[in-house]
């Protein structure tokens, strides 16, 4: 039998929950005609534009070829414009993709804040939230070494 340590065990539980909630999220946001990855890049670029493409791949949880090619379907669907200055390529919402943000964002947080809310009390919550972003900004520190 194998045994596992405390910290590994919670490590696989936040990546079945991230993975769960994922699932859970592609499946709410089908009649919104996104998905979750999408719904985080409009996400990103509404909240920082205008957000260079490195800028956006380093915030977001897709591949550096997986963005590329999220981005030209966002493009076509005509919810962002890219334009490139220098060797820069800039990143914005068009009124077509802030109109879609608008309209999913408080759905989404909605369907997200339900899922922790029926099994967390306030307080358990508050614990959570502090201690996760503890182990992140442990994680950031370390990936900026």
Avoid at 2 to 30: C, E, G, P
Avoid at 66 to 92: D, F, N, Q, T
């Amino acid at each position: 039998m194998k045994k596992n340590t405390l910290a590994s065990l919670i490590w696989v539980r936040m990546i079945r929950f991230t993975h769960q909630s994922t699932v859970l999220s592609n499946d709410f946001l089908k009649q919104y005609d996104i998905t979750a990855a999408q719904f985080d890049v409009l996400n990103q670029i509404g909240t920082y534009q205008p957000i260079s493409q490195s800028e956006l791949a380093e915030r977001v949880t897709i591949s550096a070829g997986g963005i590329s090619r999220m981005l030209s379907r966002l493009e076509r669907e005509g919810y962002i414009a890219r334009s490139i200055e220098w060797k820069v390529k800039w990143i914005s919402l068009t009124e077509k993709g802030r109109t879609k943000l608008d309209e999913v964002f408080e759905h989404q947080l909605q369907f997200q804040t339900s899922l922790i809310e029926s099994c967390l009390s306030k307080e358990e919550q508050k614990s959570l939230y502090r201690l996760m972003t503890k182990v992140q900004k442990q994680t950031e520190k370390q990936l900026n070494n």
